[in-house]
């Protein structure tokens, strides 16, 4: 039990309170980026200018001798960035010998610049606690005005079991992302992938009884459904934010675009980007689109108070429909406030 009057209070003395929401700021895509490879690294700043967010990732992809040279990329990234960038890190995982290290280099060295902490494999709220704890500890050390967020992956058969334990586990969750790589291999999955669907999991219509032999009509299915869906609900509960997660078939650009539109459409919020190519698909898919927007500013303007029945291009609409709309404007027009383009695209 926790007593729910100290939720709002600091876990060390000295730390920033913790934030009663989490802030609203677009973050469609969560560009990846290894802070030891110089050349992806020389990138970052132009990149910031693109995407919603960076991340510098210290855990899988960063190979073991290069753990401690982009722990050290990180910081000097964090201090030389321009300050309007939005910068996140995924340090490694709890049980790794580099975590800590991790944290306390993020934090101390860097936890004005970092807005959010990335933490891989979470399978359980005591995983949150420990990370809750600690990062307030640096906090107060620091002398931090702000406290940092938490972002979980969801990538273990156990995080999934606990992921609603895990989204309500500390006012500093920001968010949580699937990982389906190592989501996969934890419910040994028999897939070689990272995220997206496969060939194999598909459905098939009956046989025709008058021509057995005949073709019959077939069509892939999307693995992630269920654990998406499963997430949307965790996050959106509890007021945190829900994202897709990596797409690792680069060249694959129609399927990386089906995979964030399902993930879009089941309410996340925004997916990550391994590859300067998925930001602009990022960004297409998670703005919503100039007509949905029209047709939802058309039924807010003809049912002002949201309430009866009523009758807009053929369809019925009603308090449950204008409440839809909401949420389709109230995203177009927080897109808009930051990015002309789209402003003019929705009439905003
Ligand atoms: C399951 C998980 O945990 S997913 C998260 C961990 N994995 C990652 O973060 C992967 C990040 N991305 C990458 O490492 C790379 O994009 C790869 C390995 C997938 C592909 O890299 P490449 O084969 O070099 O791609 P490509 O040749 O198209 O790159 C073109 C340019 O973009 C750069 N680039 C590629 N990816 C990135 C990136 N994420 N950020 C910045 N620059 C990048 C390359 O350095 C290259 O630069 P150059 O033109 O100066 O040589
Ligand atoms: O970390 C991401 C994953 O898919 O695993
Ligand atoms: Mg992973």
């Known amino acids: 039990m926790r007593n729910p009057r100290d939720f709002l209070k600091p876990l060390a003395n000295g730390a920033p309170a913790p934030l009663l929401d989490v802030p609203a700021t677009p973050s469609r895509m969560i560009h990846f980026f290894d802070p030891s490879n110089e050349k992806m690294a020389a990138k970052v700043p132009d990149i910031a200018q693109k995407a919603d967010v960076v991340l510098g990732n210290l855990e899988d992809g960063v190979p073991a001798d290069r753990k401690e040279a982009a722990r050290a990329g990180l910081v000097s990234i964090a201090n030389s960035l321009d300050p309007s960038a939005t910068l996140w890190t995924r340090v490694n995982s709890l049980e790794s010998p580099w975590v800590l290290d991790d944290i306390t280099a993020a934090v101390l060295e860097a936890g004005d610049k970092i807005d959010v902490i990335m933490l891989p494999k979470v399978e359980g ?5 420990y990370a809750d704890r600690l990062i307030a500890q640096l906090e107060a050390k620091a002398g931090l005005d702000r406290p940092i967020l938490i972002h979980a992956i969801l990538e273990t058969a156990l995080g999934m079991a606990n992921v609603e334990e895990i989204a309500s586990a500390s006012p500093r969750m920001q968010g949580i992302s699937l990982g389906p790589a190592d989501l996969a291999a934890s419910r040994r999955m028999k897939t070689t992938r990272v995220g997206g669907g496969h060939p194999g ?23 992630w459904h269920y654990t998406l869906a499963r997430m949307v609900d965790a996050c959106t509960a509890t007021g945190i934010l829900p994202y897709y997660g990596p797409y690792g078939d680069i060249k694959d650009v129609d399927g990386c675009e089906a995979q964030f539109r399902a993930a879009f459409l089941l309410g996340c919020v925004g997916t990550w980007s391994l590859h300067p190519v998925q930001i602009g698909i990022a960004k297409k898919v998670f703005s919503p689109d100039p007509d949905e927007v029209a047709f939802a500013k058309k039924v807010i303007e003809a049912i002002p108070d949201g309430r009866g029945v009523h009758m807009i291009d053929g369809k019925m609409q009603d308090d449950a429909t204008w409440k839809q709309a909401q949420v389709m404007v109230t995203l177009a027009r927080s897109l808009a406030e930051r990015d002309p383009e789209l402003a003019e695209a929705y009439g905003l």
């Open 125 to 129: 709220p005591w995983d949150i606690h």
């Open 201 to 223: 999991y598909r459905v098939i219509d009956d046989p025709d009884p008058a021509n057995p032999e005949a073709p019959r009509a077939t069509a892939q299915q999307d693995p």
